[in-house]
């Protein structure tokens, strides 16, 4: 289950990667165009007027996203769609996919990626951004949080699943899939406001299998308890200077441009 609200409280941070993926993208004519994962649309609702005579979809399998998406100002040719990204067809061939922040919780990225480039035009253009950051603290002590009883037996399969590759894995399989392939990794240093800002970004992401499962077997309390000891842990790593507190984060980029046949 997604928050979008919560999921929205850094909306500013998390557009951040979305802007930089699409200003790089290159120019050309629009007529069909997808945001896959597009969450809660805010970032879906700016790519009509990118592309004035594109039809643009936007796919999320999350109801509650989708609920928040379809109560922005609707448009004539910006339609949101419920599916999965891995088996969505659209209704035509499509000149831009995009998906920012949203691949890395689809498993099987070959079988994905060429699921993508299919949908193409000849000289389309797949546009994906995915957090690369599983190594920062943040998420290692999450694993090890947990790992650790009293959680770790309550807990156990109900940890964050995420699929990423190498850039040098993309690079190569987009390539052999018939794609002019750039990729690229940035780490963003977002300066976070707020009291317990990791926490509260985790919470709108990583940490929603953990507390789904502590609120169906424990209840708020549980969910309490563990924010709680797993929040004194981030307020060590990440101290909260007068400005706000710095969380580093990576992402990693690639923009695929289909060959012509
Ligand atoms: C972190 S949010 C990103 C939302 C939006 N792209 C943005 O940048 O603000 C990830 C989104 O991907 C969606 N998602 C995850 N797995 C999906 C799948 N297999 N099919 C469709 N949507 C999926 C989630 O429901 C969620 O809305």
């Not at 409280?9 to 930089?20: H, M, N, S, T, V």
């Not at 964050?160 to 899939?177: C, D, N, V």
């Amino acid at each position: 289950m997604w928050d979008p609200q919560q999921y929205q409280r850094f909306q500013k941070e998390r557009a951040q990667p979305f802007l930089d993926l699409v200003n790089r993208l290159p120019d050309g004519e629009v007529t069909a165009a997808a945001d896959l994962g597009c969450g809660p649309g805010t970032l879906t609702v700016t790519l009509p007027a990118r592309w004035p005579h594109a039809t643009v979809w936007g796919v999320d399998n999350s109801p509650q996203m989708l609920t928040a998406a379809r109560a922005l100002p609707a448009q004539t040719r910006l339609h949101f769609v419920e599916a999965d990204i891995a088996e969505w067809f659209p209704p035509q061939r499509l000149d831009r996919i995009i998906s920012n922040a949203a691949l890395h919780w689809v498993p099987e990225h070959q079988a994905v990626l060429q699921h993508l480039v299919s949908l193409l035009t000849p000289r389309g253009v797949l546009a994906v951004q995915m957090p690369n950051n599983h190594a920062e603290a943040a998420h290692r002590m999450l694993r090890e949080s947990t790992q650790q009883e009293p959680w770790g037996s309550l807990l156990a399969g109900a940890e964050e699943r995420f699929t990423i590759q190498t850039p040098h894995w993309y690079a190569q399989t987009l390539h052999s899939l018939g794609c002019t392939v750039q990729v690229w990794e940035t780490i963003y240093y977002h300066l976070l406001s707020g009291e317990n800002a990791v926490l509260e970004w985790m919470k709108g992401t990583a940490l929603r299998p953990t507390l789904a499962r502590l609120g169906q077997r424990l209840g708020r309390d549980g969910q309490t308890a563990f924010l709680a000891m797993y929040g004194q842990k981030l307020a060590q790593a990440y101290p909260a200077g007068p400005n706000g507190t710095l969380f580093p984060f990576r992402r990693l980029f690639f923009i695929a441009q289909r060959n012509e046949p």
